[in-house]
């Protein structure tokens, strides 16, 4: 039965190199005595023929298993490299040797051959082998290059060093790239006007803007994974007043563990463009206070409590236990957990901050040493819609988790605001300063550490604004900004998170800590940066629009109310705010009718904030939807 796997394609090919191979045996021994004597057939004297042509048949047949054992009728050539080069060298030189020891043995008379033989024989078996297994990558290397000039995406490369030629190297050679290399941007000076793959490298970074013009180019690959953020930002100012989309490689380590390619290249991110190093902490001497306790993290699946717990788990807690609401993000958080830390004990819970029983119940069980509050409703615009439920998850869900705490020996409570509590403008961030508050008094009278760490927007967080601007460019815009001035600061999940440990470590109870954010960024420049890294030209392909402020927004935010003043901490880019004293019986008694009324869904509910919050300011267009 006639076998259908069989591959008569393979076949054909490595017998079409075993009969290629017994020619250049053929063609080198007699080429290499014609050479010897000039091609003076007439000089050649007959016993070196004689006996050249005794020991063929064994030549040949040595010659093809030595080539078998190193694999030259098994590589692929189409992909052949430095190890295959080597291999066909070696064999040449063993079949090239056993060649010379056989001809001694069968020779006629005292000389076998001429000595000159020997040398020549290898070096035309070699070139012979070579040829015969390069010509293929060779020509289909020039064939692609012709094909690459007229694909339609021509790409710049930023960085001449080991990463950029690994790109280009894959792109050049690759069957399946619609993309071809225009030219070469190095800051190297020594490095201009040289040649990569055929490629120049055209100049500076103050030659991009000029190339990009004269290659037409489309795409620019960044490929300097060991450069600084700075480094970075600086070149990607640049690139931004093109109208190319960027890609760059993610680090060095790609570069480090060979895994530079073209998928490791990803779209350039906003985050590029801020300017600054990561924000490093060194968790492993602060997070020794984690080491061997009982952790709690409400809000475990959220932006914020799964970065808490990510964090945490690598410190080797005693046990981490998970709240949420909302199950699916929990679900998904205990799997990720659970897969890289499969030691790690782990309790996930459902339930909400706002249940009296349920929360004294979990905090009976398991009697954490170490909570984090990161359970919030932080949507701005939903929670001027629906401030009672602010009020009842926020400012009584603290409050119950915050008591339950206390009751139960928690040894420290850290709870999660927001820049939004200073001066606020919205029931998000009002609620957020009822809760400082909260914790504040709280110190006052339990032996827990009641703390609270205040930041701004968090990158890539539920809500944050970057994830809609590139779903709205990928819809074809519009892109919306609610307007052309506001500011905001920013900084991503794990570096909040870090700070938020930090900070927990360093407190001594009822402080607000508050995060250097840097410099503020303007949304407007966000949005012309993310759709011009895109690709697309701003109000050309795509278009902003100004929707105006949402109700409870503003222009920016503060970091820090005038009255709390500020003090360092070891951590510069931690700050504590000094507490504010208020009067604890007028606070109590203030809650206690914010219960009430957010119980019954007052209209009024505002007032009652602003009474306890006086910097609140309450906006004329706040919905009254309750």
């Known amino acids: 039965m006639k076998n259908k796997n069989f591959n008569y394609q393979l076949l054909f090919r490595r017998a079409s190199f075993v009969i290629y191979d017994v020619a250049s045996v053929l063609a080198a021994s007699f080429l290499a005595i014609s050479m010897r004597y000039e091609f003076e057939f007439d000089m050649i004297p007959d016993y070196f023929l004689e006996t050249i042509i005794r020991f063929l048949p064994f030549n040949i047949i040595f010659t093809i298993i030595i080539f078998y054992i190193f694999r ?32 001694f043995a069968v020779k006629v008379q005292e000389r076998a051959v001429p000595n000159s033989y020997y040398f020549t024989y290898c070096f035309l078996l070699i070139t012979l082998i070579f040829a015969s297994r390069f010509s293929y990558r060779f020509m289909r290397s020039f064939k692609h290059k012709k094909q690459n000039k007229k694909n339609a995406i021509r790409v710049m490369i930023i960085g001449a060093g080991e990463a950029g030629n690994a790109i280009i190297k894959e792109i050049v050679n690759s069957n399946f790239s619609t993309m071809s290399i225009a030219c070469i941007i190095d800051d190297d000076p020594k490095k201009w006007g040289s040649y990569i793959q055929g490629i120049r490298v055209a100049g500076g970074r103050d030659k991009i803007l000029e190339c990009v013009d004269v290659y037409n180019v489309d795409e620019i690959f960044v490929a ?44 350039v991110e906003v985050e590029d463009l801020l300017g600054r190093e990561p924000i490093r902490v060194d968790l492993d001497s602060i997070l020794g206070y984690v080491s ?8 475990g699946g959220g932006s914020i409590g799964s970065e808490l717990c990510r964090q945490i788990a690598q410190h ?16 998904d958080v205990q799997q990720e957990l659970l897969y890289k830390h499969p030691d790690l004990d782990l309790v996930v819970l459902i339930a909400s901050v706002r249940n009296t029983n349920r929360m004294n119940t979990i905090f009976e069980t398991y009697k954490p040493q170490i909570v984090y509050h990161a359970a919030a409703h932080k949507h701005v615009p939903l929670m001027e819609t629906s401030p009672n439920e602010a009020i009842k998850n926020n400012v009584f869900g ?3 988790t915050a008591q339950a705490a206390a009751y139960y020996g928690t040894e420290k409570f850290v709870m999660i605001s927001t820049d939004k509590a200073v001066n606020p403008t919205n029931i998000m961030g009002a609620s957020k300063r009822i809760c400082e508050m909260i914790v504040q008094t709280f110190n006052r009278h339990y032996d827990t550490e009641f703390v609270a760490v205040r930041f701004g927007n968090v990158l890539g967080s539920n809500g944050s604004v970057i994830p809609l601007f590139k779903k709205q460019i990928a819809q074809g815009g519009p892109v919306t900004v609610t307007h052309p001035d506001i500011i905001r600061y920013f900084m991503t999940i794990p570096e909040a998170v870090s700070l938020v440990l930090q900070a927990g470590a360093y407190a001594k109870g009822g402080e607000i800590f508050v995060l250097d954010m840097g410099e503020p960024v303007k949304i407007l420049d966000l949005a012309k940066n993310l759709i011009r890294l895109s690709g697309y030209k701003v109000d050309e392909d795509i278009q902003i629009e100004f929707t105006g402020l949402r109700p409870g927004e503003k222009l920016y935010e503060e970091l820090l109310m005038e009255e709390e003043g500020l003090q360092d901490t070891a951590n510069k880019m931690i700050h504590i705010g000094k507490p504010i004293e208020i009067d604890e019986m007028e606070f109590f008694r203030q809650l206690h009718n914010l219960k009430e009324e957010s119980k019954n869904e007052s209209a009024d509910i505002r007032q009652l904030i602003k009474e306890i919050v006086p910097t609140y300011q309450i906006k004329n267009d706040a919905n009254k939807v309750n």
């Open 72 to 103: 030259l009728y098994h590589s692929l050539w189409a992909f052949a490299g430095e190890s295959e080069l080597q291999n066909v060298i070696v064999a040449c030189f063993m079949a090239s040797a056993i060649n010379g020891i056989g001809l």
């Open 224 to 267: 300097i994974p060991s450069a600084s953020k700075k480094v970075i930002s600086e070149i990607l100012d640049v690139c931004k007043e093109t109208e190319c989309k960027l890609r760059s490689l993610p680090g060095i380590y790609q570069l480090v563990n060979g895994e530079v390619n073209v998928s490791q290249l990803r779209d």
């Open 292 to 299: 061997g306790k009982v952790v709690m993290v409400t809000g």
């Open 316 to 331: 080797k807690p005693k046990k981490l236990i998970l709240v949420d609401i909302y199950e699916n993000n929990a679900y």
């Open 398 to 400: 603290t409050w119950k």
